[in-house]
């Protein structure tokens, strides 16, 4: 870490040199976050149990005056906007106070005033959580987003990335030394929740999943300590971190392990008619579990809202369009794809933000997912099956690779447990007005109740919409007593509940 050390050198020198900017700007936003209010005024909150709180301004104000950041309040200018989450479904969502944090130390002392005054507590960095749980109502959201600087050092192959930062960010950065590192495949999606929930990405089967590139954290605990934890300091902490969550803490920095790639892979996507989706999906089952690493393969099944419904087989190459073509030649056997067939070359980091404009900040999402271990034509002809009953436009139903080298990796190894599995299952749609949803759910959720007992039962956490908490023990499987004692030790009160929660011994779930 000595080149990361004379990096941070650089920083602290900048730092010093914007430290009086800083300490205006902060007095002017919290100038601003009070303006209209006495200083004897209350703002009514949440407490972490459900409980309700009274803050008075002088302790808000003790808040703003430990950040280099800014609090925000409802009366604030800012706060509406900063308020929002990626799924508008939890736009309803009205927290007391939001702390944008800009500083490691920073999300200490939010830590630390929370549990002075008993606050609910959310963290935000991307906001991309299915469930809603990146913000809540009445307690303090810690806004990640300003810790986002992505440091790389080429020579090494690593990258200390920011606990708020974005993916696109950390791919800009890395990918102008033709490095990269899992990540998922939005730009959008925040570092934090993704790292520590798993990590699938484009890159996984070629270099395993994001946990297994964690090369070390910096974590503020429950009680306020910011601790480092890697191979050999606080071990079972990072162990935790990399698949557990956000129950242990709030991540603020990450050592990341990159690996060089070409700034352009191949991107590759075919549909066929309605009438050839058994075909096609005997084809994906048997082509995609004989697949290199470096490629691949997705299989989809979707009901536009206008037009005919189509199965797809697409993917990404970790390589050219002509090796592509070579190892896709068997597709030919479906017949004439409807359409244009796409399969080019793309860089990388366009690639990793092309799914961004189909999936805005703002949109309702509701998705179900299940991992499987060895699906079969009979799980492909029931989802074909439940598929074609009454569209519902708008749904999608996807097959997803997983394995390759995040396969290898021993359960034991990290807190993420599904590695056998080889495939995740996905029902999604999406929709603009919030007056469908109640129907678009209840439609997902009666065809998923009827494709999920064909899977095996684990889940992806991050991808977790209104799964029952009570599955994280069948989740983590043999890991979990591990991550309970761990949870227990690092944080035994469930401080840190507003994730797919792990809850501590003789402790019982926390109110979400």
């Known amino acids: 870490m000595d080149r990361f050390r004379q990096l941070d050198r650089h920083r602290v020198a900048r730092r010093e040199a914007l430290k009086g900017a ?25 407490g972490y149990k459900g409980n309700k709180v009274t803050l008075s301004d002088a302790a808000v104000m003790d808040l703003q005056k430990s950040l280099r950041g800014a609090v925000l309040l409802p009366t604030s200018p800012d706060y509406e906007e900063t308020r929002k989450l990626w799924n508008g479904e939890f736009n309803n969502l009205n927290p007391a106070m939001i702390a944008k944090v800009a500083t490691a130390e920073d999300v200490q002392n939010a830590v630390r005033f929370a ?34 600087d992505v440091q790389v050092d080429a020579a090494a192959k690593t990258a200390r990335v920011g606990g708020g930062a ?79 969550g956000g129950n242990f803490g709030i991540v603020t920095a990450f050592d990341m392990q990159l690996h060089a790639i070409d700034p352009k892979v191949t991107s590759y996507n075919f549909a066929f008619p309605m009438s050839r989706v058994k075909d096609a999906m005997k084809f994906y089952l048997d082509f995609s579990a004989n697949a290199p690493d470096s490629l691949s393969v997705s299989f989809g099944l979707r009901s536009p809202e206008k037009g005919e419904a189509t199965c797809s087989i697409s993917g990404g190459f970790i390589g050219t369009p002509q090796a592509a073509e070579k190892l896709l030649e068997p597709i030919k056997v479906l017949g004439t794809p409807v359409g244009t067939p796409r399969l080019s070359d793309i ?31 009979k799980l492909g002809e029931h989802v074909i099956e439940v598929m074609s009953r009454a569209p519902v436009p708008g749904l999608n139903l996807g097959f997803s690779q997983q394995g390759g080298a995040g396969a290898r990796v021993p359960v034991e190894a990290t807190a993420y447990a599904n590695r056998p599995a080889q495939y995740q299952l996905a029902l999604q749609t999406k929709w603009e007005d919030p007056a469908q949803g109640p129907d678009l759910i209840k439609k997902v ?19 977790a919409a209104d ?7 069948k989740n983590y499987g043999a890991n979990y007593p591990r991550l309970v004692e761990i949870k227990t030790k690092y944080d035994p009160t469930n401080f840190f509940h507003r994730n797919f929660n792990i809850v501590p011994k003789k402790q019982s779930a926390q109110k979400t």
């Not at 008993?118 to 959580?129: E, P, Y």
């Not at 990540?183 to 929930?197: E, N, R």
Request: with cysteine; proline share 2%; charged share 20%.
């Open 22 to 46: 800083l300490r205006s700007a902060v007095a002017i936003t919290a100038g601003s976050a009070f303006t209209g209010r006495a200083y004897a005024a209350e703002t009514k909150a949440t």
């Open 115 to 148: 549990r002075a005054h008993d606050l609910l507590v959310a963290v935000r960095c991307g906001g991309h959580s299915y469930m809603g749980q990146s913000s809540c109502d009445g307690g303090l959201v810690i806004d990640m987003r300003a810790i986002g």
């Open 166 to 244: 974005l993916l696109g960010a950390m791919d800009a950065a890395t990918m102008k030394y033709g490095l990269a590192t899992t990540a998922g495949v939005i730009a959008h999606t925040g570092i934090g929740g993704l790292a520590t929930g798993g990590g699938q990405g484009r890159l996984q089967r070629n270099f395993g999943m994001t946990v297994d590139n964690i090369r070390g954290v910096e974590v503020v605990t429950a009680d306020g300590r910011l601790l480092k934890a890697n191979a050999t300091e606080n071990a079972d902490l990072y162990w935790a971190v990399r698949g557990g």
């Open 347 to 377: 860089e990388y980091v366009k690639i990793q933000s092309a799914g961004d404009a189909a999936n805005p900040h703002g949109g309702h999402y509701y998705m179900r997912v299940a991992y499987q271990n060895t699906p079969d034509m």
């Open 445 to 463: 959720r009666e065809r998923w109740n009827d494709i999920k007992p064909a899977t095996n039962g684990g889940f992806y956490v991050n991808h």
């Open 467 to 473: 799964e029952d908490m009570n599955e994280a023990a």
